[in-house]
Nanobody, 123 residues
Framework: QVQLQESGGGSVQTGGSLRLSCAASGYTSSMVCWSWFRQGPGQARVWVGSIRTADSNTFYADSVKGRFTISQDNVKNTLYLQMNSLEPEDTAMYYC????????????????WGQGTQVTVSS
């Protein structure tokens, strides 16, 4: 089992920055890909980006590429999402997730999910 707990959400104005954290515990060594997803009001949950455990390569959705950065601290077992140049369209609940299957890095079907942290961007 793996437990994930997000933190760092809040309210910011357009152009601001936030850093989300996701603390992981449990059998984390079996996870091959760590990801962030988000779900806006009345919208489906969508993939934001991932980091692959094997080589630390990162991948991003086009909507956040160049503005968001995913990183991981393996000593602290924590995943991060640095969000810069935030826009009102980034308002959503943000979830971290982990999977044991590399083919599912960006897929909605993840092995484990956190509870989410709310990000609100005002204009």
């Amino acid at each position: 089992q793996v437990q994930l707990q997000e933190s760092g959400g809040g309210s910011v104005q357009t152009g601001g920055s936030l850093r989300l954290s996701c603390a992981a515990s449990g059998y984390t060594s079996s996870m091959v890909c760590w990801s962030w997803f988000r779900q806006g009001p009345g919208q489906a949950r969508v993939w934001v980006g991932s980091i692959r455990t094997a080589d630390s390569n990162t991948f991003y959705a086009d909507s956040v590429k160049g503005r968001f950065t995913i990183s991981q601290d393996n000593v602290k077992n924590t995943l991060y999402l640095q969000m810069n140049s935030l826009e009102p369209e980034d308002t959503a609940m943000y979830y971290c997730a982990a999977t044991t299957r590399a083919s599912r890095c960006s897929a909605p079907l993840q092995s484990y999910w956190g509870q989410g942290t709310q990000v609100t961007v005002s204009s």
